[in-house]
Nanobody, 125 residues
Framework: QVQLVESGGGLVQAGGSLRLSCAAS????????MGWFRQAPGKEREFVAG????????YYASVVKGRFTISRDTAKSTVFLQMDSLKPEDTAVYYC??????????????????WGQGTQVTVSS
């Protein structure tokens, strides 16, 4: 089992940047596929980015591709989401998620077993 704690959210102006972090507990972090999701008020939780267990593969939602970068530091048991060129429509609660035993990065929330508590990102226009 793994516990996830997100940090790094906040208020930023459009065009600005934020870096989210997700710290994982447990000694098997390197075996987990990690994902970032977001949920805006009144909307469903949507996939943002995912990274394979060894960091060799990444996948992005089309709306963030080229602006967001997911990475992981196995030594620190942490996954990051670097968000650049932020837009007001990126405003949401961002969640970190984890799963293992899969080859393909899941794109739906049902593909993940563990979730963090979320961190609020607000982009002002």
């Amino acid at each position: 089992q793994v516990q996830l704690v997100e940090s790094g959210g906040g208020l930023v102006q459009a065009g600005g940047s934020l870096r989210l972090s997700c710290a994982a507990s447990g000694r098997t972090f390197s075996s987990y596929v990690m994902g970032w999701f977001r949920q805006a008020p009144g909307k469903e939780r949507e996939f943002v980015a995912g990274i394979s267990w060894n960091g060799g593969r990444t996948y992005y939602a089309s709306v963030v591709k080229g602006r967001f970068t997911i990475s992981r530091d196995t030594a620190k048991s942490t996954v990051f989401l670097q968000m650049d060129s932020l837009k007001p429509e990126d405003t949401a609660v961002y969640y970190c998620a984890a799963t293992r035993g899969v080859v393909v990065i899941p794109l739906g929330p049902q593909g993940y077993d563990y979730w963090g508590q979320g961190t609020q990102v607000t982009v002002s226009s």
